[in-house]
């Protein structure tokens, strides 16, 4: 499914459900690409409550969160993101595909009915090493009690490559998805993990991978490090307009692990950079 269907299909979703009212206030600073923060930049000594976490994200404008499973905090993240007018764009997890499937989650799953949620896999595996599609039956019979769980809620379900997983490269969630061929299971394109593994030509890859291709991940880099937007040597506003000319329209998330410092400077520093990025799009 191409982004524009996606987009529909969570359109047509918010209406039913009621919530269209704060899919319109959740896309602050672009229109075709609403950009929120990952929970692995809301680490600050600033930041020590969930409230305040979410209370942050709506001060510098973020379109809202991709958040990393913890079924403890999963009703009072939803309340939180509602009363601050704000989205759950991912919920993140890293199971063992040989493994069940959280049962917590698929439960929940139902709760995020009108919701642009995107339950994001990364595969990890106890039998299979990375990239290797003598695992692709497993992964993908690991994947469809989330999609099953999912078809008629409103999330989607998405790959995420991450580096040294068995789902180690885009490539490899394309591979999966294209097989699948199903309208709410797709993969995840992480721009720190793409280039850990010496990935060049984005223009390729988002040319003909974007009907698979759910969301997209960005952060800036110093050499192999990740840093704020704004800092590094890695030509972020290269790379975001290779995304736009590519066609491709869904929602942008921005990676901030291990970034020091407070979360407000360097989450700040980033949207600036954004804004400035995106201005004329």
């Known amino acids: 499914m191409n982004s524009s269907h996606l987009n529909r299909r969570l359109f047509l979703a918010a209406v039913s459900s009621g919530s269209f009212g704060l899919m319109l206030n959740a896309s602050p600073t672009a229109t075709r690409f609403p950009f929120y923060a990952m929970d692995t930049g809301l680490r600050g000594p600033d930041v020590a409550s969930l409230e305040k976490k979410i209370a942050l994200l709506a001060k510098l404008g973020f379109a809202g969160i991709g958040w990393t499973w913890n079924a403890s905090e999963a009703e009072p993240l939803l309340k939180l993101l509602d009363k601050y007018q704000l989205q759950l764009w991912a919920v993140y997890l890293a199971p063992f595909m040989e493994d069940a499937p959280d049962k917590a989650l698929l439960a929940h799953i139902s709760s995020l009915k009108g919701r642009p949620t ?51 490269k885009v490539e490899d969630g394309l591979r999966l998805a294209s097989q699948a061929n199903l309208p709410n299971l797709g993969t995840h394109f992480n721009l720190v993990h793409w280039r850990w593994q010496n990935g060049t030509d984005e223009k390729k890859i988002l040319e003909s991978g974007k009907k698979h291709i759910f969301c997209i991940t960005i952060n800036g880099m110093k050499d192999a490090a990740i840093v704020s937007l704004e800092q590094g040597n890695y030509d972020v506003a290269s790379f975001l307009g290779s995304v736009q000319k590519s066609g491709w329209t869904g929602p942008i998330g921005l990676q901030s692990y291990s970034v020091p410092g407070n979360s407000e400077d360097h989450l700040g520093r980033s949207m600036k950079k954004w804004q400035e990025v995106t201005r004329n799009w």
């Open 118 to 168: 995107r339950i994001e896999l990364a595969l990890r595996s106890k039998k299979y090493k990375p990239s290797d599609p003598e695992g692709d039956k497993a992964a993908l019979q690991f994947a469809m009690p989330y999609v099953e769980q999912a078809k008629d809620s409103g999330p989607v379900i998405s790959f995420y490559p991450h580096r040294s997983f068995w789902l180690e």
